[in-house]
């Protein structure tokens, strides 16, 4: 498989994150309408998923073209004393508090274009840092924010809001700075598609709409200029995944795992969503940043490939060939295990 990264540029607000498990649905449908993105068609591929992905997503992080660190993902989901030692260097308490504080605040770690992650000496940033990099100035807001949506339905009885299905409601939407750039990393499996095809489907999502309230002008985007395809970091010495995705890691694979836990209340999208059984069975799985450490006997076994974690099956009454995209592009490194 290779790995590519890819631009994204946001136009509009999002109902849903830009997380690798709902790219590679959206890109699913894409396929089951236009049969020429992946060879052999949908069905081919996904019988054959938990054994060889087609195609692994990342999720959106942000992107910074031109920079000699481009690329701004999540700060690792590790405790504090693995990326943060100048706790030990302050004896008075108060002090200690006031630097734990604005650590919690760095949420963001930077990397370069090799992807290389270095712990000893990491990028760590701000919500307010990242909108400054946008900027190009010093900013003290985020370079995303959120906010509620109301919606109303009225009762054309009544003329008015009311209960039940009629009573108003309100829905988080996300918004990013103007200008703001995203960056995606994909592999893809060149025997069922290419990049070309891949950013044609891309284009498709970006055009009619990702996510929720797709039909009211929200998850609209266009492609970035970055369509290139990235190494990953090699060496001997890595012991250590940093997932780029949500992820169900493999069974008996890990000695250890530090991550935070995501659950996945699934929903079918186009003409399903509109079946007696819209919804899919949850699916827990790691957010993106969480860092797995293979165990001895699968430490070269988990390196081989680009990507970690399984298929999810049997979450859908609508359509039994459903799966979620239980896998994730990673990072190799090394981690200085603590004791």
Known sequence: MK????????????GTPLKG???????CWQAAYDSKLLNGGLDKWIDCYGKKPCVVFSSAMPYFSGQSTPYAVKRPDLPRSYLFNKLKEKPNKREQISARKEDSKKKWMLLEKSLTINLDKPLFRTDADLAGMVAG????????????????????LTLTTGEGAFAPFAETVH???????????????????DLE????????????GYGKNASTGLGRFRLGSL??????????????????APVVPERGRFSKAFFQPFVRFGKHGDELARSPHPFKNPVIMADEG???LPATEATEEVFLKPYIGTAVKNISKALKSSVVQGYAPYVPFHLEVNS
């Open 3 to 14: 790995l590519y990264a890819i631009s994204l540029e946001p136009i509009s607000g999002f």
């Open 21 to 27: 498990d709902t790219l590679f649905g959206h890109f």
């Open 137 to 156: 100035e010093n900013l003290s807001g985020s370079f995303r924010c959120s906010f509620e949506q109301p919606h109303n339905t009225i009762n054309r």
């Open 175 to 193: 918004f990013y700075m103007p200008e703001t750039e995203l960056a995606l990393f994909v592999l893809v499996d060149e025997t069922a598609t």
């Open 197 to 208: 095809r891949v950013c044609t489907a891309l284009e498709r999502m970006g055009q009619f």
């Open 227 to 244: 369509r290139e395809e990235v190494s990953l970091p090699s060496g001997q010495a890595f012991n250590a995944c940093y997932a780029l």
């Open 290 to 292: 969480a860092v797995f």
